[in-house]
């Protein structure tokens, strides 16, 4: 994965977005530098999925509807909330994928979603 320049917006946590071909990671952190939230969004069986962190909710799954796209409307993926956890197949690719990011922000993601 790598980094990905992020428009930062004013009176919100800092965010950080990573990508490859198949996953997105995007990080909120605060000002002090402690993660705040996080979203894994990932490809598989050509659905995308995501799982959520945050604070005060802790983890939540998601399948994403990415809309109806034609010519006139492109419309703005929306998550559908789902009891259905990722698969390991999708854990594992996950924890290998991340590997080149940094290693305590890693460590945090890994543990969060290792509990599932």
């Known amino acids: 994965m790598r980094e990905n320049e ?4 004013d ?4 965010r950080r977005w990573f990508s490859d071909e198949d996953h997105d990671l995007i ?11 996080f979203q894994v969004c990932y490809r ?12 005060k909710e ?24 789902t009891q ?6 999708a854990l594992s690719r996950f924890r290998s994928v991340s ?3 940094h290693s305590g922000l890693r460590k945090f993601i890994l543990e969060k979603i290792s509990s599932l």
């Open 44 to 55: 598989i069986g050509g659905e995308e999925r995501a799982i959520t962190w945050n604070e």
């Open 84 to 89: 259905e956890k990722p698969s390991n197949d």
């Open 11 to 14: 009176g919100q946590d800092r």
């Open 6 to 9: 992020t428009k930062q917006v």
């Open 58 to 81: 802790g983890v939540g799954f998601a399948k994403v509807d990415a809309g109806d796209q034609t010519a006139e409307k492109n419309r703005t993926p929306v998550l559908i909330p």
């Open 99 to 101: 590997s080149g990011i």
């Open 27 to 37: 990080v909120w952190e605060t000002e002090s530098g402690d993660i705040s939230a």
